[in-house]
Nanobody
């Protein structure tokens, strides 16, 4: 069964950094692009960051551009997200997702077409 396992959510003090990890313990998603999305209460799900399978292409959502990094560790089949200078408005459920589309297509296709989703992890930023 294909699945993604997210870790690192919880409480974050405003101004501090958020670190999330997305693991593929079954090693079934090799060749897939991976992305982090988030959904705040009452809002639509939005892209946070995406990375290609090769790791040479990345894309960031406007809300985190300039303060986020995404990387891939092929040894552990894990994708890491870091967002610096967290704000209360960054509070949301963060979802890891994967899709076999080329490069960072996952960042541009309709959400309903994304193949694999993690269960989500709640991140709450306190001021």
């Amino acid at each position: 069964q294909v699945r993604l396992v997210e870790s690192g959510g919880g409480w974050v003090q405003a101004g501090n950094s958020l670190r999330l990890s997305c693991a593929d313990p079954g090693h079934t998603l090799r060749g897939y692009g991976t992305a982090w999305f988030r959904q705040a209460a009452g809002k639509e799900r939005e892209l946070v960051a995406a990375i290609s399978w090769t790791g040479d292409r990345t894309l960031f959502g406007d809300s985190v551009a300039g303060r986020a990094t995404i990387s891939r560790d092929h040894n552990t089949d894990t994708v890491h997200l870091r967002v610096d200078k967290m704000k209360p408005e960054d509070t949301a459920v963060y979802y890891c997702a994967a899709d076999r589309g080329e490069g960072i297509t996952i960042a541009t296709i309709p959400l309903g077409y994304v193949e694999v989703w993690g269960q989500g992890t709640l991140v709450t930023v306190s001021s």
